[in-house]
């Protein structure tokens, strides 16, 4: 089946700075997009979602963005952290009999410098 | 608080051994998921419960089992272990209602097949 990909396999920043991260998705059929943070040793930790009825949606210094047109998905983190540092996946639902299921992207590692 | 546990949390097994991996969660959640994660792949989804007496095989089911016998529980069975099994097990778990399809998931379990 159609998976999510990313553009980045690996990010390097500097404490403070704005990171973004990328990710494509070719089942124009998704309906619901999900990203997680997964620090090493742990499972994956929610970090926002958006439906694809939405094109941006905010919470706490993390930005998602969904352009439907290309079928890209974006997660901007604000004045990035040292605790930022992890590796971030992109999921997508993809509808029809897919419900409650996601696929995964294979991730971004984010390293921040202090 | 309620949660999501994965035992054990590392196991060494050696190859055609049966093995058991369990996962318990006090959600009360009705869907379940079985994931992989190796280094590439990201997550991959081996089998996922639906509720009590419901499983479905994910993207990489073969060589493994699960049953549901109760909401709490989904133990997932390795009938004879190979090699290629030598990874990081994550159990999630996700509510029906509501909008999000967001998974919890657990803390992991890292099995090694010699």
């Known amino acids: 089946g159609e998976s999510v990909g990313l553009h980045l396999p690996t990010l390097s920043v500097q404490e403070g700075d704005n990171s973004i991260i990328n990710c494509a998705y070719s089942?124009?059929?998704?309906?619901?997009f999900i990203w997680y943070k997964q620090e090493s040793g742990k499972g994956p930790q929610f970090i926002i979602d958006i439906r694809s009825n939405m094109d941006k949606r905010q919470g706490q210094r993390v930005t998602v963005l969904l352009n439907k047109t290309v079928k890209h998905l974006s997660l901007q983190i604000a004045a990035t952290q040292p605790g930022d540092s992890a590796v971030y996946f992109c999921?997508?639902?993809?509808?029809?009999?897919?419900?409650?299921?996601?696929?995964f992207g294979q991730g971004t590692i984010l390293t921040v410098h202090p | 608080d309620a949660e999501i546990t994965q035992s054990p949390r590392h196991k060494i097994t050696e190859t055609g051994r049966q093995v058991t991996l369990a996962c318990h969660q006090t959600w009360n959640h009705n869907n379940m998921f079985w994931y992989r994660q190796d280094l590439g792949h990201g997550l991959r989804l081996i089998h996922y419960?639906?509720?009590?007496?419901?499983?479905n095989k994910g993207e990489v089911s073969d060589g493994y089992s699960v049953s549901r016998s109760n909401t709490e529980d989904l133990p997932l069975t390795l009938e004879s272990a190979a090699s290629s099994q030598t990874s990081v097990y994550f159990c999630?778990?996700?509510?029906?209602?509501?909008?999000?399809?967001?998974?919890?998931f657990g803390p992991g379990t890292r099995l090694t097949v010699t």
């Open positions: 089942n124009s059929a998704s309906d619901y």
């Open positions: 419960s639906y509720g009590v007496q419901d499983t």
């Open positions: 999630a778990s996700s509510d029906t209602s509501g909008p999000s399809y967001e998974q919890y």
């Open positions: 999921a997508e639902n993809q509808g029809g009999t897919s419900y409650g299921k996601l696929t």
